[in-house]
């Protein structure tokens, strides 16, 4: 069965500072990893994906993600934190390219102090 | 372009009563969605569709049905409430192939069950 950690509850960074926020998958065969965030009293919103090829793929709002395949992970980056970056973010895994069948983690809150 | 439509946005039920989630796309997207989110625990996959007339189960489907007979409309029924069905219910929708993973979320149904 496929699942996806993010083992950090809260992340808390200074404006300007480069951010991570971790997440590690399990799944049989390939994965395909995504990031979502979301803000207060809001739905999700889609960042950025891993299908296959280049192990870091740029997103939206100037996030980036590197995947690991031997260490099973797949953290969300950002050079230069914003204020407005302070929001849930989630990582999710689908067992298939047809991503037919998402499951998310738990979910991490990061908090960007100015 | 509305997008993903989820009524009712608030609902407080009593234990044992039945109610029906709405949810309908505009988009003509293949694939929904209906995932849970409680409070530290992320989101949690109900059901989800590839079509019409086809759904199946997610992680948490026990005490929810659901039916898909037209692409854009598909709803989430709770046919016997209970406190534990207390939570914020997500909506979703994507189309495969290059956007797969994709996800465009509703802005959630609080329902409480009392």
């Known amino acids: 069965a496929q699942s996806v950690a993010q083992p950090e509850d809260q992340v808390n960074v200074a404006e300007g500072n480069p951010l991570t926020v971790k997440c590690t998958y399990s799944v049989s065969g390939n994965p395909y990893l995504f990031w979502y965030v979301q803000y207060p009293n809001r739905g999700l919103q889609f960042l950025l994906k891993?299908?296959?090829?280049?192990?870091l793929v740029k997103g939206s709002y100037g996030f980036e993600a590197e995947f690991n395949k031997s260490q099973t992970s797949f953290h969300l980056k950002k050079p230069s934190a914003l204020v407005s970056d302070s929001a849930l973010y989630f990582c999710a895994v689908s067992p298939d390219s047809s991503a037919s069948k998402i499951i998310f983690g738990s979910g991490t809150r990061l908090s960007i102090r100015p | 372009n509305a997008g993903v439509t989820q009524t009712p946005k608030f609902r407080i039920l009593k234990i044992g009563q039945s109610m029906t989630l709405q949810c309908t796309q505009d988009?003509?997207?293949?694939?929904m969605y209906w995932y849970r989110q409680d409070p530290g625990m992320g989101l949690k996959l109900i059901y989800y569709s590839v079509g019409a007339g086809i759904t199946d189960k997610g992680e948490v489907p026990n005490g929810y049905n659901v039916s898909r007979s037209t692409t854009e409309d598909f709803p989430l029924r709770l046919e016997l409430a209970a406190p534990s069905q207390t939570s914020v219910y997500f909506c979703?929708?994507?189309?495969?192939?290059?956007?797969?993973?994709?996800?465009?979320f509703g802005e959630g149904s609080r329902l409480t069950v009392l």
């Open positions: 979703a929708s994507s189309q495969p192939d290059r956007e797969a993973g994709e996800l465009f």
């Open positions: 988009m003509n997207h293949n694939y």
């Open positions: 891993y299908i296959t090829g280049d192990n």
